[in-house]
């Protein structure tokens, strides 16, 4: 049936709502957590905006004399060495920790699938792995900050027992530091990955399996062939996720070194977070917020574009 | 090509605490290019011996032989052994093309001889136009086509189809079955169908193996399991519209020899040497199974009936399905069904005379069910 | 007076799926509508059942218009094709639903559930959960809940064509002996055309958007308005073949396009197809009246030809042998008992006198 | 790949998974022996592996403070809270969605709910500050806490209860209506009951992450209200950290959280593996 011939009715016919909700329903469904929403997210972060493009602090936020001074937080901000720096050790932290925890939890989950048959064994080996994922950011940081102490910390000794290292290592000095939280926040977080791809890998349908059997294939073949490809979207999943908390991490590192030794361990999420809370340089917080929140939503948004392609092409999306 | 025997098979599933025996003693024997179909409910344990054939499913006792040779512990692959299933399992992330070739690469043959083998294969499947696209894209019945060529490109000695029509549209499926009853002509592979639909198993198969509960009832050709059902249950389950059942006692032997529904006048007649058979077993209950097709209309000179009886019933309901009819019946309270031809124009309430021959009555013992007469 | 009556009813989404229907259940009568699925049938029950509002046209039952009253508001009951058992529940609770909407008191629920489920024979189920029971049982509590509402209509989508054949037989029989689904009219829905021809007083075929025959279950399948029809009805689907008309007068001959198949009119179709002076037809002859003779048989009446198998499959209640007969593959059904080889030689006997004629083009009846 | 290195494989990710079980195992170990070491074994130059004698009464000392059990109850009142009021708003939220997608603004709006967890909590944290103070019920709150972590906690919420309302099936709402019942009868008797476990592991979730919260109830409260999390660092001897106190108290406060995984963890597994794949 052509358009041509289509009755006219159905050429003029209009959307009617349904017989069994009024149509103001949905909306009011939606009404109450929208307004909350509005509320803790949206106002704080017109808030934001606004204060971004004022010279606000404390005193001024009191007395309600702050002014208008355009770009200039902004140009503050990226011109600082501390936010360039504060950059790398983001990228540094995107990539042994976000990365690490999505790769090492995915190995993790497909041993725990593929590799433990006896059901019972893994459920206990999945309990005990997700464990630090139960655990708050401030016992996390207070026990890995005693774990690394570097004078009589149990990494250190232990490390030192295995022979591993002969000399006790200065684990919060400078340029090292990062590298403590980095560590602590992959013990916290791994588990985060691993519980989403084994969920995933939990959902595949078991006979298009059994089908690889009878066609001969095995091991790693299966796993390449059939399994990862199938994962993909999960494992894309997990790792934005993971990129998603990684812009907003702050806890461990107020917790365990409060950016220090000389702002060597700083993320822009910490500077921020300093800057606002305890300088009270509200403008240029706020400004740092924003690019924070521009770059993750670049990156967010190009990463997506990618896996649409990668899943258009495989037929999923 | 490959013979496949079976000998003394069994299943055991352990699940903490209890076992299920999901296969006794089965013995069966599949000829070379032979095309056989393991029929039962659901339940029955053919889906366990398909799985134990395929190597899917380990083997608690007795042993499986291909071409003679015991294959008990080789994998899928080793004892070449195809299979379609029942939810297509085709690889998700495969294109069709990728779905057929899949088997060869895991063979190692190289990528030119397995696209040319995988586009004639396309040919005879008639799948050609959509070796591009992903499994999601298409529909029940092209899936199940490409089920069947995945298995079918590896030029396998036995191909499997695990209840592969199940969930095929009823019009669709005529087609379905004309296809694979030419692709097993084509191809003369030796073929194993499970289902649970005994239109399908006997529009297919050379001989049906009948399983229920986990035990095998029968296996014959079509012929044998309709006329020489070897008890009640494969009587039962053979045979559209489904066959009725009367119990009897054995009224009188000799020459002519009577059946009697109990406390009622309805009786039966059969041959006389069915009756000798009867006294010599030495009963006295037995169940009567009489087809619907076998109970024809006693229309005024219709043929002369060969040795039979004549059996007088009221009409209850009169089903017209367009091909035929098929009219239930109520004879001394018992009630049962015949069918007839699509003119047939009886109302409620009207009383007919239903003609039988005695070598379409079956005789089965009350308490074994096995056939007696 | 509770008619079911439908006047102009439309429905569309990204094509028109109910264009104009018109239907008129009366009181008491087992209306069937049948078709492939996808043609919109669930549609046209989920409008009269208020799940789907209508882009046009009325419903009305009895003289009550409820094409804009909610579901809950409509005195209507619907199984739906999956049965939609509520998996929580126990079966009491489901069949008693409808009671329990109503505010029923305890006694009266017990006493009238009971009674129903007693007559489904599925008393002993009550206290069971539905993933606990059969697919009949199911179908059955389904049924148990709408028979409880005793409402003004029933509205039943596909209730057993998902069912092993046997228990299909059973639960035919259930719907043939049922009085309560005869007290009220029901519109009952199927693709299985045999279902159709057995239980409806009246039939609907279902296409293009409304329902292109309605009649009884022998008009529908002797006298096929058009070739959708009759393909639509009949399992194996009809033999349709494209052909010409040769000769004059009484003395029309069949002759399909450059095979050797052919066959003499018979003198009452001739004369209709003479007047018409139709040259180019599609001719329907349905399997059961392709019958394949046994050696030394013969078949009065009939237009005798030779052929050879095709293919021969045993299906269900009869076998099926397609033949090609010069040509032309013709589909006979033969009783179970017959086998035939590959390629081997049949003398098929047409009953020439119930073959349909249709245009070529629109595929009316040209007969009717 | 023969049957030996394909064997080979699986025994090095086995022991792949042994390393990572001992890397995860350590620190949990550690902390435990740690509570109940003296505060002198815990400064030893060569930390000791085994405590040489076993303090319990380090767990009597932290609880006979009265502000330190109280500290539990206040992250108690608050994660139950806020967890209540996520599911509330979650369920309505997801509910709509999931039935109504064109009407109640689709997938973009969901979707622009769940992007919002992407903001860096500072850009949260200053302004409610200031608007807090301003209410009557002030930053140290209760109330302000279950508040505020309705930024993280009621998106995820929303997200997770779309994804189990859609799969609950619609049929049975249907199949309600046509019983009788008026769509607020039917949600409550057929779809309700369908979607508790789905229910569950969000509460669980949310739950866990409102009572592990740090920084804002860094910020915010304080004085009438002490979370644990703010607690445990407070533990020191003039500059000197009081590990043992801390591991102890962390062991306590962590036991809540542990215990409702291990009991609930199918749900949370079927729920994640359903949101994940569904989502």
């Known amino acids: 049936m052509s358009?041509?011939?289509?009755?006219d009715w159905f050429v003029h016919k209009k959307l009617r709502g349904n017989l069994i909700v009024a149509r103001w329903v949905p909306a009011a469904l939606v009404g109450l957590p929208v307004l909350v929403l509005f509320a803790i997210v949206v106002y704080p972060t017109v808030w934001m905006f606004y204060h971004a493009f004022q010279d606000t602090n404390m005193m001024r936020l009191f007395q309600g004399n702050w002014s208008f001074v355009g770009w200039d937080n902004f140009a503050a901000v990226l011109s600082s060495g501390r936010f360039g720096d504060s950059v790398l050790h983001l990228m540094q932290y995107l990539l042994f920790g976000c990365v690490l925890q999505v790769i090492l939890g995915t190995i993790l989950a497909l041993t725990l699938y593929e590799v433990v048959r006896k059901e019972w064994l893994r459920v206990i080996l999945l309990i005990v792995m997700v464990l630090p994922m139960m655990l708050p950011p401030s016992i996390v940081g207070v026990l890995w900050k005693f774990l690394l102490t570097p004078s009589n910390g149990a990494v250190n000794q232990a490390l030192l027992n295995l022979g591993l290292i002969d000399a006790h290592v200065e684990w919060f000095n400078a340029g090292v530091s990062l590298w403590a939280i980095i560590i602590a926040d992959v013990w916290n977080w791994t588990a985060l990955p691993l519980l989403i791809v084994y969920s995933g890998r939990v959902s595949l349908p078991p006979a298009v399996y059994e089908a690889a059997r009878v066609d001969g294939a095995k091991g790693w073949l299966v796993m390449r062939r059939i399994t990862l490809p199938m994962l993909k979207e999960v494992i894309a999943i997990a790792f934005i996720v993971r990129f998603m908390d990684a812009f907003k991490f702050v806890d461990l590192v107020y917790v365990m070194t409060s950016g220090g030794p000389a702002q060597t361990s700083e993320l822009p999420a910490y500077i921020a977070f300093q800057r606002g809370i305890r300088e009270f340089a509200i403008g240029e917080a706020a400004a740092y917020a924003i690019i924070i929140f521009a770059i993750s939503a670049v990156l967010i948004v190009l990463f997506l574009k990618y896996l649409k392609k990668v899943l258009k092409a495989q037929g999923f999306a | 090509m490959a013979r496949i025997r079976l000998s003394q098979v069994n299943k055991i599933y352990r699940s903490r605490g209890h076992a299920v025996h999901a296969v006794k003693d089965l013995d069966l024997t599949v000829e070379d290019g032979e095309f056989v179909a393991i029929l039962g409910p659901s339940g029955c344990g053919k889906t366990s011996t398909l799985r134990m054939i395929v190597g899917l499913e380990e083997i608690s006792s007795g042993d499986v032989f291909f071409d003679d040779q015991r294959v008990n512990d080789m994998d899928p692959q080793a004892r070449n052994v195809a299979m379609a299933f029942e939810t297509y399992a085709l690889y998700p992330n495969f294109t069709i093309e990728e779905n057929l070739s899949f088997p060869l690469e895991v063979r190692g043959v190289p990528a030119a001889e397995r696209r040319k083998k995988v586009h004639n294969l396309a040919a005879l499947l008639r799948i050609e136009d959509i070796l591009g696209q992903k499994p999601a894209a298409l529909s029940g019945g092209q899936q199940q086509r490409v089920s069947l060529g995945r298995a079918l490109i590896r030029d396998p000695a036995v191909f499997i189809l695990d209840e592969v029509m199940s969930h095929i549209d009823a019009h669709l499926k005529f087609q379905m079955l004309f296809e694979l009853k030419r692709i097993h002509q084509e191809l003369g592979k030796t073929m194993i169908y499970v289902t649970h639909d005994q239109v399908e198993a006997l529009a297919l198969a050379d001989r049906v193996a009948v399983m229920s509960n986990a035990t095998l009832q029968q296996v014959g050709t079509r012929n044998q399991l309709y006329h020489e059902p070897v008890n009640v249950f494969v009587a039962d389950f053979?045979?559209?519209?489904?066959?009725?059942?009367?119990?009897?006692?054995l009224d009188s032997a000799g020459d002519q020899p009577l059946l009697r529904a109990k406390n009622t006048a309805l009786t039966f007649s059969v041959a006389a040497e069915q009756g000798r058979r009867l006294a010599a077993s030495g009963r006295r209950d037995f169940v009567v199974g009489l087809r619907p097709q076998n109970l024809h209309l006693d229309m005024p000179g219709g043929a002369d009936a060969s040795v039979g009886g004549v059996l007088?019933?009221?009409?209850?309901?009169?089903?017209?399905?367009?091909?035929?009819?098929?009219?239930?019946?109520?004879?001394?309270?018992?009630?049962?069904?015949?069918?007839?031809h699509a003119e047939t124009a009886l109302g409620r309430g009207e009383q007919v005379r239903l003609r039988y021959a005695s070598a379409d009555v079956m005789v089965f013992d009350a308490q074994t069910e096995a056939l007696v007469a | 007076m509770a008619r079911l009556q439908i006047e102009g009813l439309c429905k569309g989404w990204d094509f028109p799926v109910i264009d104009r229907l018109d239907l008129t259940v009366e009181e008491g009568?087992?209306?069937i509508v049948v078709g492939p699925s996808g043609i919109g049938k669930t549609t046209l029950l989920r409008l009269i059942a208020g799940l789907e509002t209508a882009d046009a046209g009325r419903i009305a039952i009895g003289d009550q218009d409820i094409t804009t009253l909610p579901p809950y508001k409509r005195p209507v009951a619907m199984t739906f094709e999956s049965y939609a058992l509520y998996p929580h529940l126990s079966v009491f609770e489901n069949i008693a639903s409808p009671l329990r909407a109503r505010r029923l008191d305890k006694a009266a629920i017990r006493q009238v559930v009971t009674e129903v489920a007693k007559l489904l024979r599925i008393e002993t189920l009550l206290d069971r959960r539905p993933?606990?029971?059969?697919?009949?049982?199911?179908?059955?509590?389904?049924?148990?809940?709408?028979?409880?509402?005793?409402?003004?209509?029933?509205?039943?989508?596909?209730?057993?064509?998902?069912?092993?054949?046997?228990?299909r037989h059973e639960l035919r029989l259930q719907f043939h002996s049922l009085e309560e689904l005869r007290r009220v009219a029901t519109l009952y829905v199927t693709h299985d055309y045999a279902e159709a021809l057995s239980l409806g007083d009246r039939i609907g075929v279902m296409g293009h958007g409304g329902l292109v025959q309605i009649g009884t279950a022998r008009d529908v399948f002797m006298r096929p308005r058009s070739l959708f029809v009759a393909q639509h009805l009949g399992q194996p689907a009809i033999n349709a073949v494209t052909a010409h008309l040769t000769g004059e007068g009484a003395a029309l001959h069949v002759r399909a396009g450059n095979s050797s198949f052919g066959f003499p009119v018979v003198a009452a179709h001739a004369a209709a197809l003479g007047r018409g002076g139709y040259r180019q037809v599609t001719v329907g002859i349905r399997p059961q009246h392709v019958k394949v003779l046994r050696n030394g048989e013969d078949a009065p009446g009939h237009h005798v030809i030779d052929g050879h198998v095709e293919i021969y499959e045993a299906l269900g209640a009869n076998g099926v042998l397609v033949a090609d007969a010069g040509g032309v593959n013709l589909t006979a059904l033969t009783s179970l008992e017959r086998d035939f080889a590959h390629r081997q030689p049949v003398r098929l006997a047409l009953q020439t006198d119930a073959v349909f004629y249709f245009h070529a083009d629109s595929g009316d009846n040209l007969l009717l | 790949m023969s049957e030996q290195s394909a064997r080979l494989v699986r025994t090095l990710l086995l022991i792949f998974l042994g390393l990572w079980l001992i890397l995860t195992l350590f620190p949990l170990y550690w902390q435990f022996i740690t509570a109940f070491k003296s505060a002198a074994e815990t400064n030893r130059t060569i930390p000791t592996f085994w405590p040489e004698v076993w303090h319990f009464e380090n767990l009597a000392a932290i609880f006979a403070e009265p502000s330190n059990f109280g500290a539990l109850v206040d992250s108690f009142i608050i994660a139950t809270g806020n967890t209540v009021a996520s599911l509330v708003l979650g369920s309505l939220a997801g509910?709509?969605?999931?039935?109504?997608?064109?009407?109640?603004g689709g997938e973009n709006l969901a979707f622009w709910i769940l992007s919002n967890r992407m903001f860096p909590p500072v850009a949260v944290l200053v302004p409610m500050f200031f608007l807090f103070d301003a209410m009557p019920w002030g930053t140290d709150s209760y109330l302000s806490l279950i508040i505020l972590y309705l930024v993280f906690n009621m998106p995820l919420a929303t997200w997770l209860m779309m994804v189990f309302f859609r799969d609950a099936p619609r049929e049975l709402e249907e199949a309600a209506y046509l019983d009788g019942y008026t769509p607020l009868r039917a949600?409550?008797?057929?779809?309700?009951?369908?979607?508790?476990?789905?229910?569950?592991?969000?509460?669980?979730?949310?739950?866990?992450?409102?009572?592990n919260e740090y920084l804002f109830a860094n910020l915010f409260v304080g004085t009438q209200v002490r979370t644990f999390t703010i607690v445990i660092p407070t533990f020191t001897h003039g500059s000197q950290s009081l590990w043992n106190l801390q591991m102890a108290f962390s062991m306590v406060a962590m036991l809540p959280p542990v215990a409702l995984f291990i009991l609930l963890r199918r749900y949370m597994v079927r729920g994640l593996s359903l949101g994940v794949v569904k989502g």
Not at chain 2, 319 to 333: N, P, S
Not at chain 3, 132 to 151: D, H, M
Request: aromatic share 12%; with cysteine.
């Open chain 1, 3 to 7: 358009v041509a011939e289509m009755p």
């Open chain 2, 312 to 340: 007088t019933a009221e009409v209850a309901i009169n089903e017209y399905v367009g091909e035929r009819t098929i009219l239930t019946l109520v004879a001394d309270g018992h009630r049962f069904r015949a069918q007839a």
């Open chain 3, 29 to 31: 009568e087992f209306f």
């Open chain 4, 95 to 104: 509910y709509a969605f999931a039935r109504f997608p064109r009407q109640a």
């Open chain 4, 187 to 211: 949600f409550v008797k057929v779809t309700l009951p369908l979607v508790l476990p789905g229910m569950i592991s969000v509460a669980m979730l949310c739950w866990i992450f409102a009572w």
């Open chain 2, 238 to 249: 053979i045979g559209e519209p489904p066959t009725n059942f009367f119990p009897v006692e």
């Open chain 3, 131 to 167: 993933g606990e029971i059969s697919g009949g049982q199911k179908q059955r509590t389904a049924l148990g809940r709408t028979l409880v509402a005793e409402p003004q209509v029933f509205l039943l989508d596909e209730p057993i064509s998902h069912l092993d054949a046997k228990i």
